[in-house]
């Protein structure tokens, strides 16, 4: 377990320790639906059972994931994992998770067919029968929330987006949370402007794609300036919307706002803001017409003209200054 | 250049390159800096100048970064970064960006502090007049800009969520979105359950740190039924709020929805939803005390109650189930 | 394995196969030197004798790592080192590597005490015989390369490739600069020898790249001393240079070297230097004729002369000692 795998406080994520578990289902499972001849397949994840954290893995330590197959129905594995933890240095052993994963087996070549799983043996008949019990369970499980998941539809945040009008500022602005974890950061714990740059590019990027739907790429960024540092253990929330649309480009505002949530009782406070120019492209690569932003507000309308007059000074250095670039 | 570094045209991000840059300027001015005897410090990136993404770079070329040092005044460094990409089967070679970057030295003692940075030679002493006149220039744009991001703050989006009272639910609601890549998917180009069960374990997590500004670890996940897949290339959007908090417990529900944005026509789905458990830890690693979760609308305390339903069962079957864990 | 674990055409790096080696080694040898209680303490990779590529490993397939203690000196860990990979699809297993390496357990609270390592029991007399051979025979060879790796001070490269021909050193020898983070690094903050060992797999797979134009693997790597220790925060410059081909191989050498740039005074060093082998591989995964090495002054002939006799030697060991590979 590696420093990016925990949280500041040296625990390991519960999210890597899942991600360990289905990885080794997902290996297990995969290997005996394709240990008859026949069609190849991949088992994919249909459900985890409830799972409890039993004990904290820290960094420096080893995990131990394995797993067995338990139950098999016609078209589907269950699998059983244990994850232990071990200190190398003590020899101190704890058991850290045990998991019960489903998978389906989905053809390779059609993802839409379920195949068949080839039975399991048993050492005793009563196995077959509890484990036929928990399938029987999970099934029912998986239809009722099937259905609950069909009424749920979107109840909730950022409920705006739902609603609005393709082509509109509200229609495509896109924000995202990041944890800033060690490799993000700088001998003094403070953030690498790189990674602040490249986490403002990954929400302009899909600002940019749901306004248009096509493959985008960046085409400039504005001068940014880097006013406020950026700790370790801080939550970063990227946010970006569309200001401004030219015929074959868009410009996006992308802010990074900081909650030094754990340490300090600081307040919110925003690091970074800058404009990206993207511009949207054909599978051959040639630039595509930009769908027109409809702006609504009057500070959308506002920063629809701050964007026209950004995008018309550009036009005009780049016309005076612009020297062939050589290949050096 | 990595699978993961593109999208799925195969275009390196803008981020990944800007992130490269920023690493390069940063090793070269922090190395300047500490190249006469004194305290040690680490050069911290103050301003990125607008730059153009010249031409496209792709899976499988090889990047040239270089870096080199312009000007400096007496407390910034002014870098100038070009990158080439490099195709290694054809050799053919493309300037895809410049860059000029400006850094201060913060001593790595106390990271307020501003060092001196040693002056450099110039060859021409009008290189030395020219880079006077970028610093005056940035300068006074970075003092422009600081008193814009005094005014400007918050204007944006989930604006409720700055209004919004200590330990209710919209205070600490979260949601982040992340770009599906090759390394995250299957053979069949499917979002592995693995990494899907880590994002929403990472969101879950900011939720409960928010709530309780402490040091929190997962303690259970429930059941999780996937009956979506995501596929390689879309946008899922994973968010969070706060169900139901016992004394010592946060129950935070997750969804995990789809936006199938560049290739079909297909509307955004419900994906994935679940309910994990945090604890709170003090720093001996003891569970504390969670504040209660407030509750505001019909529907949030019609959420605490099936909540607190879900509690009492557990702690009931935990009580009849639970044998205890001895050590494998 | 994953899409970027690997080149465009799907095979796994060797440099990714090596960092999985080494975390195995340094796993079971630090487990075994914290088995007796005392001191606590980390094993720091010493050698890894000459390991060869026995067959491909590619996306989609999993790896198993199994490594057993072989052989212990006063202060010294021989670990053998076993990689399969197995297809979970049609079941094939084939062994991909073999690989021996020399750990010594250096203490944690100070880095430059080695600590003694228990004895493990041999099932056959011969077994601890033959190993203190082994044990002598790198002894030896680690000195020679001490010695050697002293007089080699940076030849450095570089500014005038644009100019070369190709097929000349000087055409296809690069270098690429990385700033050491904390998950590249152990609880001491010292860099994993495996760590570096990708890197310089990476550097050599480009220069190789760029001789031949064409997809390449790794065949072998000659044995590697980690004489210095890389420590967290340092800047290490990783160098490649061709010395040597024969019809269907190529011989690259490679140096590591690292500018300990903030927090130390001490002047940049060599950490360690090897021997990468590459071949070439047509879509079809034969080999295919390498372009011959054109040498141009009196330094570059002396390499290819010593490229040769290394090529020749182990040419003739192997059809000496190798046994047909048998699957396991």
Chains 1, 2, 3 share one sequence.
Not at 55 to 70: D, K
Not at 238 to 245: A, K, Q
Request: proline share 5%; net charge neutral.
């Amino acid at each position: 377990m590696r420093p990016d795998d925990a949280n500041i406080a040296g625990n390991v994520h519960g999210g890597t320790i899942l991600k360990m578990i289905e990885e080794a289902g997902a290996i297990i499972s995969t290997r005996h639906c394709n240990s008859q001849s026949g069609e190849h397949c991949v088992a994919a994840l249909a459900r985890v059972e409830r799972t409890d954290f039993l004990s904290p893995m820290c960094i420096g330590e080893v995990a131990h994931v394995s797993a067995e197959i338990t139950y098999t129905s016609k078209h589907s594995v269950e699998v059983q994992v244990n994850v232990l933890s071990e200190n190398i240095l003590t020899g101190a052993k704890r058991v850290t998770n045990r998991a019960t994963l489903w998978y389906v087996p989905l053809s390779l070549k059609n993802v839409d067919k379920v195949l068949e799983v080839p039975p399991i043996q048993y050492a005793w008949k009563e196995l077959e029968e509890e484990g036929k019990k928990r399938y029987e369970e999970q099934k029912l499980e998986r239809l009722v929330t099937k259905q609950r998941n069909g009424d749920l539809i979107f109840p909730v945040f950022n409920p705006d987006r739902q609603n609005k009008e393709p082509y509109t500022v509200g229609y495509s602005q896109s924000s995202l949370i990041h944890l800033v974890g060690p490799s993000d950061c700088t001998l003094h714990g403070f953030v690498h402007g790189g990674v602040t740059m490249k986490l403002m590019d990954e929400v302009a990027g899909i600002v940019a794609a749901r306004h248009c739907k096509t493959n985008i790429v960046t085409a400039s960024v504005d001068a940014i300036n880097f006013h406020e540092k950026l700790q370790k253990g801080c939550v970063i929330t990227i946010s970006g919307r569309m200001t401004f649309t030219s015929n074959k480009s868009m410009e996006i505002e992308v802010f990074v706002d900081a909650d030094p949530f754990v340490d300090e009782p600081k307040e919110r406070y925003r690091a970074v803001s800058a404009f990206f120019t993207y511009v949207s492209l054909s599978k051959e690569g040639k630039p595509l017409p930009v769908p027109q932003l409809v702006v609504e507000t009057e500070d959308e309308k506002r920063r629809f003209e701050d964007g026209k007059g950004r995008y018309l000074q550009t036009k005009a250095k780049r016309q005076v200054q612009m020297q062939p670039l050589t290949q050096q």
